[in-house]
Structures are given as structure tokens and as C-alpha cells.
């Protein structure tokens, strides 16, 4: 160990079913705080979290980061110690810096947030609170009104609100007469579009109420919105700073998991093909929708753009967005002027403001 080295302790993995993406997003990240411009300023101690909860630092995080799933960890798990604590202890008192590199429950929700806040160590990205209200959506959008951020009219309900019948068909009445179909009902606390419907009849919101229901209790119902679909990422914490606008451009019905994560179903457009004028309103907003939900170091604001209206209407905000070299985030800082190597320096940097 170089005492002069800056200790950045990326965790990635994780039991959200984003584990495979967190995965290639760790590699990203750690090749580029290990890249030219910084191994003289930052030494990595990766910690994989497997699919079971169970954390692995050392040599066996290295491999999974070259090589990808193990299928030989159950052979090298020990069963006096259930998560790895004892590993952890020992390789974990010498970060510095926490680098969390997880998507969805567990990773984005305030969760690990709360522990790296226990060890007293500085971390990159938003503390308990904004990643907690990031994730889900309910709470998103209620913050997100309160200061008058643009969003598609939507309903926030509870799985007790359409159990039993007769509220399940009240329910559905009032799908109709206040969205109309086609409508997206949601999870409020997942990402990758998973648990996510495009409801274009009550038989079908029926069916995507039970789904959604099945993966969380908070559910949200939101009217369909034609538009292109932009993302603005956002760097920073005293001064935060929104890159350049990008376009998510895709042939089908919606931005579902398949299209999101089969080679050749979306593409990126950057910068968007958008008016001058909307891509600075996207920007305002993005740093707007930060501040209100006390978002910090990174996040990933996405929006709707409806061309012929004029409209702009913010999706949904993500605290740790992917970053896999094809990603979004880090593609829009390329962009703008901002390289791998440097921004994942700048992450580092402002974890400790
Ligand atoms: N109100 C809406 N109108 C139109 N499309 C939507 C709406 N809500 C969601 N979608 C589609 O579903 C995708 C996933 O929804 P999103 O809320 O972003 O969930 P996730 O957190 O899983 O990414 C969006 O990228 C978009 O294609
Ligand atoms: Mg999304």
C-alpha cells in the first residue's frame, strides 16, 4: 500500500436484479480511476457483493471484474462468516473513500449509503436521503411537484388500494376517466424497466396492477407522454454543473428491458437533435430536480420531449446511473469536454467537499 495514494473502495455487484450491469459498470470505473492520469493519485480495494448478499474483497472482486460471474464461489464461501464481514473488516479499514458502483434496491436507495455513513467515511454520490427519494418514485414525484417541475399526471397508490375487488374495479374507473389509456403503471422502487406496463386497455392494467404489485406495494400510474426521451447527467455537489443533452432513440413501443439492454434495439443520440432553447430548459431542470431531492455528486435526470407541443416533461431522476462505456453518463461528459479518466477523478474529489 502507498501511503500517499488516495484508497478508493469501489463496491459493485449487489442483489438488485441490476447486478449484471453493475458489474461492467465497476469495470469502467475502476480501469479508468486505475488509467494514466490517475494511478498516481488513487489506489482501488474492489468489494463485490454476490448475488446472495455475501461480500468478497480481494483477489476474488479482481476476478469477478475480469472475468465476470464465478461460478466456484460456493466452493471458497465460509460458513462462520455469512456476509464476508471478517474479510471485510480487515481489507475495509483502509478506505478512504467509498465509490458505491450498485444499481437499484439495496445500492441506490439510501441503504448502503446509511453504512458507509456509519464507517465515517466520505462516499461518492447522494447521501441517505437523496438516493432514498431518488428511488422511489412516489416520493420523486411529490418533491418533484412541490417545485413545480413539469411531470405526466399520475397516481400514487398502495397495493391495499386495489386488493379487494370491488376497490379494484373503483380503481380502474378511475384510470379511465383521470389517464386514459394507454397508461404506464410501475413499481415505485425498481429500475431497468422491470415490473413496468404499458396498459392500453382495464384488462391490461388489471394485469399490470398484480404485476407491479409483485415486486413492490407502491405503485405508480402515469399517463402515456409521446415524445422523444432526453437525459442530462449531473456532476458536482456546492456547484453543481449538467452536461450536454442526450437522446435515447429506439424503433419500439416504449424503453422497455429488452430494448434497453439488447446490442442494436436503442441507440444514443448525442448531443440530442433538440432546439438550443429546450436543451438549456432541460439543463435548468436537471439541476432543479437535484437540488429538490437533495441529489448529489452524479445522477442521470431523464425527461419527454414532445416536439409538436413544445413540452417538456421530467421522467424520473437516477442517483447512480449505469456507466458502462456505452453509457449515457458517461458518453454526455465526454461530450462535454469532461474524459472517463477525469470525471471518475472528479467523482473522487468531490466526495470529500
Ligand atoms: N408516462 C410515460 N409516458 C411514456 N413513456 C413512459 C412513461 N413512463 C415510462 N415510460 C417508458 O418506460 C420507460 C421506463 O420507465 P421509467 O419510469 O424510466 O422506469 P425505470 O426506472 O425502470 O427506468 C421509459 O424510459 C419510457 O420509455
Ligand atoms: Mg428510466
Known sequence: ???SLTKVG???GGVSSEHNVSIKSAKTIVSALRGISNKNK????NTYIDKKGRWWTGAIAEEVLNKGLLKELEERFQADDPIGLKILNKDLALVDIWFPVLHGPNGEDGSIQGLFQLTGKPFVGSGILGSAIGMDKIAMKTIFTSVGLPQAPYLAITDNDFLDKEKHVELITQIESSLGYPCFIKPANLGSSLGITKAYSSQEAS???KLAATFD????IEKSIKGKELECAVLGKKNLKASTVGEVSFGSDWYDYETKYSTGL???LIPAPIPEKIVTKVQELSLLACKA???EGLARVDFFFNEKENQLWVNEINTLPGFTKQSMYPMLWKESGINLDELVAIL??????
Open 42 to 45: 488513487f489506489e482501488v480495494i
Open 207 to 209: 394485469l399490470g396492477l
Open 293 to 295: 431531492i437533495s441529489a
Open 217 to 220: 406495494k407502491r405503485i405508480v
Open 348 to 353: 473522487v474529489e468531490t466526495a470529500k467537499e
Open 266 to 268: 436503442s441507440k444514443a
Open 10 to 12: 469501489v463496491v459493485f
Open 1 to 3: 500500500m502507498n501511503k
